[in-house]
């Protein structure tokens, strides 16, 4: 199914959950890497030090970290690993996605309003900042943090010539406000 017609069948349910929401949102990002080479999901912009392998990287860690927090762990999204596989493969990616589409499924409507820590580094200089959110809160945190990448990544993607799909790296308020 295309992404715009996911957008538009997602936007027909009266109401979406945040881990459906998430799991529409990692498909969408997996269709786009099937549509590119292994050199444009490699390739960094003359501006910048990364390319759409390291944003998708960047997103997957977040998420990863959210899911590792379900079962007690404090969720730490500033403790991530650089340079990894995802960010160097895009198969490795699409694989990554898949599994964290997989994943997902195993939170509950319960886990939505389970408490989780958080640690946050929001300065270099002191320790991180301890406080707590939800599951679902963090859910729908990590997905807005995904489409401001995806936006990224259609703008690298685009500079190297690739037809993005309609809607990829838009907001759902912003998407709402098209249609």
Known sequence: MSMVH????????????????LQTLLSQTRDLLSLITDEQYTKSAA???SGTGS???????????????????PIDYDTRERNTTVERSR?????????????????????????VELHLLLSPFHPRYRTTSTIGRELAFVMHHAIHHNAII??????????????FGFAPATIEVLS
């Open 55 to 73: 944003h998708i990287r960047h997103t997957l860690d977040h998420i990863q970290a959210l899911l590792a927090g379900r079962n007690g762990n």
């Open 154 to 167: 259609a703008m690298l993607l685009r500079n190297l010539e690739v037809n993005i799909p309609d809607f």
């Open 47 to 49: 501006s910048t030090q």
């Open 91 to 115: 198969m490795s990616a699409i694989d990554a996605i898949d599994l964290l589409i997989k994943d997902l499924n195993s939170l509950s409507d319960q886990d939505l309003n389970k408490t």
């Open 6 to 21: 996911e957008t538009c069948r997602m936007s027909s349910l009266k109401e979406t959950s945040p881990v459906t929401s």
